[in-house]
């Protein structure tokens, strides 16, 4: 059974700083790609950054320069350091684990105040 266990969101104000955590179970974490994305009230899901297997990454531009996605495949963990944190990057932010049937986690809150 595939498990994606988030951490680490809460409230913070604008130019703070919080880092996401996902760990996963019943998955060869180390030949997986994994992903984070994020989802506002009334508006898609949309990729924030991902990760290959390799550890080459991708980000959205919105968050370029400011995120940063990282895998510990040893701890069967990949993190989202999140800087210069902004109100519009207010959203639940999931981890992804890029399997054939593609597993997702419960979703961590994330607010970014004004």
């Known amino acids: 059974q595939v498990q994606l266990v988030e951490s680490g969101g809460g409230l913070v104000q604008a130019g703070g700083s919080l880092t996401l955590s996902c760990t996963a179970s019943?998955?060869?974490?180390?030949?997986?790609?994994m992903g984070w994305y994020r989802q506002a009230p009334g508006k898609q899901r949309e990729l924030v950054a991902a990760?290959?297997?390799?550890?080459?990454?991708n980000y959205a531009d919105s968050v370029q320069g400011r995120f940063t996605i990282s895998r510990h495949n040893a701890k069967n963990t990949v993190y989202l350091q999140m800087n210069r944190l902004k109100p519009e990057d207010t959203a639940v932010y999931y981890c992804?684990?890029?399997?054939?049937?593609?597993?997702w986690g419960q979703g961590t809150q994330v607010t970014v105040s004004s």
């Open positions: 019943g998955i060869i974490f180390r030949f997986t790609a």
């Open positions: 992804n684990a890029k399997t054939l049937e593609g597993h």
């Open positions: 990760i290959t297997e390799g550890g080459s990454t």
